[in-house]
């Protein structure tokens, strides 16, 4: 997805407007002069100013028949399946590997996104335990990683 | 300080079986990353700190070293085979080596790319050993005064080389500074933007971080390529050094040129290989007798970016080192691996671990004889590495990244850091934001604030101390040059023109 210029611009700008507003409760030093704010504070109205300055090029290229927002060509409905399964596959090990285990998950993951990515199923499933064995004894036994045991804790 | 104690120490670190087969599984690891299209050697390091988090400092470094210097050259081969480049360094001549592949020079090319590989290599090197101990006596010197103005030309040279919207590169850069101001202040030990979340208090965790940007992004970028667009594989045999000094003879001025100006490119806070590449293309394009040939294959451009890109590596490294400012997206993900190891970049470590130092120069030596053998290894394999069904290699990737970032705090909140900070770098990428800034400002925005805020109490909230240090004020008036520069330029030209 790209964005034309003008809501990259609004975006620096809501976004530095919040930082400033926000940094404003930030404690300064014992004799008044600013502290933790500074930074925070100085940034933020460079953001803004950088944003302001997104706009008039935005608005050229509306001008120019440029919509707000422009799909890329690759973004069809494939590309979009194969980027949000990625993005979810992330999401599941973030919520599931506690419970489920880091075998589990991980064999699910490699097996959902191969599967996704147009594989097939005993291919698929051939690399997830071969992936996820490796990265098992890889992370988990040589390098000791903690990795979660869950349902296969026995 | 180099001593015949200290040469040995690193000799000794070095000369480890342990620290050679590092060595060796990093290269192997540097050639297949660097000769998968898609996959970047930024992407590579970032991979490869979980594991050497877990490593004494020595055979960490070696194993990045020789990493890049591998990854690197291996871009060369796909560019050189299906013209897509391994990673973006090889973009810049990919058209001339294509074109010489059709005409059935594919194993010569590979063989001219891969010395003047080794010896771009050894030219970043030699500058690395003599121009690094140099700049760490005079920066020994330095004051928070001077840091601060170093970052601030860090950061300023990030915004200026990136290509592409000064506004865009400066957007990504305040991003990265605001998400460095994120965990406890350090003038009054107040917790910023951390919404009473405890994972936050020590900021982002670099290396989540790195993750997403480089991997998680690069997976997001080729899921959404279709296999069909890709080139057909052309298969080549033969003796790959045959016929190869042929055209290193012809362009040994723009190799040699070429190596020097791809260090120095290096050396500048956030232009790495790829832009050595181009800038060097560039150069040799500008001086050649023959300009209109490049791009339709000669040799001339392709042997003095191929010589820049490596010699590039070495270059980085320098003020990485000495001042802990990284020369490009690779150091600064080297440099979150030293603070990791306890060891802060900077003057003081040539004379408190020069073991290191040294052992950084014997690896960046050691990697670029390896180059050799095992160039010639990737480039004879490379039609089985280039067969490797990338629909299969994505997943895999994907749960080594999240593994990795998990391995690094043994916390799900860091798996959490990498998606987000991973799906934030693709959008950049597709709206022309370049994410090397913002990485520079995740890298050099505690050094600003820290100097800054140190200076300022220490001068009592005066700002004349920042002009008044000889050194101080000669870097302060760069940084200042280079930021009227955009709106000094056009006056200027503007000017000229009239005056024509």
């Given amino acids: ?154 | 300080m180099v001593t015949f104690e200290n040469l040995a120490n690193a000799a000794g670190l070095l000369w480890d079986v342990n620290v050679i087969i590092v060595i060796v599984l990093a290269s192997m690891y540097g050639l297949f990353v660097g000769a998968m299209p898609g996959l970047t050697a930024s992407m590579a390091t970032a991979l490869l700190v979980p594991v050497t988090f877990f490593m004494e400092p020595v055979p960490a470094l070696a194993a990045m070293v020789a990493m890049e210097a591998m990854a690197i050259f291996a871009g060369d081969i796909p560019a050189t085979l299906i013209r897509i480049p391994g990673t973006p360094s090889s973009a810049a001549y990919v058209e001339d080596s294509y074109a010489l592949t059709k005409q059935g020079q594919a194993s010569r090319v590979m063989g001219v790319q891969l010395v003047v590989s080794v010896i771009g290599g050894f030219i970043g090197t030699i500058i690395l050993i003599f121009l690094a101990p140099v700049l760490a006596e005079v920066a020994l010197n330095f004051s928070t005064y001077e840091y601060f103005w170093l970052a601030c030309f860090g950061l300023s040279c990030a915004v200026m080389v990136s290509g592409g919207s000064t506004s865009k590169a400066l957007l990504s850069l305040l991003t990265g500074l605001l998400f460095n101001c994120v965990g406890i202040d350090i003038a009054v030990g107040f917790p910023r933007f951390t919404f009473d979340n405890p994972n936050l208090f020590d900021g982002f965790s670099f290396i989540p971080v790195m993750i997403g940007m480089f991997g998680v992004a690069e997976i997001l970028r080729n899921v959404l390529v279709k296999e069909s667009r890709i080139a057909p594989f052309v298969t080549q045999t033969g003796n790959i050094f045959k016929g190869v000094w042929g055209p290193i003879k012809e362009s040994w001025w723009p190799m040699l040129h070429s190596g020097v100006v791809g260090t120095a490119v290096g050396i500048l806070p956030g232009a790495g290989a790829d832009i050595a590449a181009w800038v060097t293309y560039g150069i040799t394009k500008r001086f050649s007798k023959t300009p209109e040939k490049f791009g339709h294959g000669t040799y001339e451009g392709l042997v003095a970016a191929s010589t820049a890109n490596n010699s590039a590596l070495a270059g980085a490294w320098v003020p990485a080192l000495v001042f802990g400012i990284p020369g490009d997206s690779i150091t600064a993900i080297i440099i979150g691996v030293l603070y990791m190891k306890n060891i802060q970049p900077g003057p003081n470590i040539f004379t408190r671990s020069p073991e290191i130092i040294l052992a950084v120069y014997g690896t960046f030596i050691m990697a670029n004889i390896l180059l050799i053998p095992f160039g010639w290894l990737a480039i004879k394999l490379a039609s089985k590495v280039l067969k490797v069904p990338r629909n299969l290699l994505y997943p895999v990737i994907l749960m080594f990244c999240i593994v990795g970032a998990f391995a690094i705090n043994n916390s799900v909140f860091d798996i959490g850091t990498m998606l987000a900070f991973g799906v934030a770098a693709y959008f950049m990428e597709c709206n022309s934001i370049p994410v090397a800034p913002a990485i520079l400002g995740l890298v050099l925005g505690d050094l600003l604030e820290r100097s800054f805020m140190v200076s300022m109490m220490k001068s009592e909230w005066s700002l004349t101390p920042f002009f008044e240090r000889p050194i101080s004020a000669t870097l302060g008036a760069i940084v200042i040059l280079i930021w009227i520069m955009p709106v000094l330029f056009p006056y200027i030209k503007r000017k000229m023109a009239k005056g024509a």
């Fill in chain 1, 1 to 154: 997805m790209r964005f034309n210029n003008i809501v990259i611009g609004i975006a620096a700008i809501l976004s530095g407007s919040f930082i400033f507003v926000y940094s404003q409760s930030f404690p300064s030093l014992g004799d008044g002069r600013p502290g933790a704010s500074l930074f925070p504070m100085v940034l933020s109205v460079l953001l803004v100013i950088v944003g302001l300055v997104q706009i008039p090029s935005g608005v050229k290229n509306v001008k120019n028949k440029e919509p707000l927002f422009t799909r890329l060509p690759e973004f069809d409905l494939q590309g979009f399946c194969n980027f949000l399964v990625v993005v979810m596959c992330v999401m599941f090990y973030i919520y599931a590997s506690d419970s489920l285990g880091f075998l589990i998950t991980s064999f699910l993951v490699v097996f959902i996104m191969t599967l996704t990515l147009r594989a097939r199923v005993t291919v698929s499933i051939a690399v997830a335990v071969g992936a996820t064995l490796c990265i098992y004894l890889m992370f988990g036994k040589m390098l000791m990683v903690p990795l979660p045991v869950g349902l296969l804790s026995f």
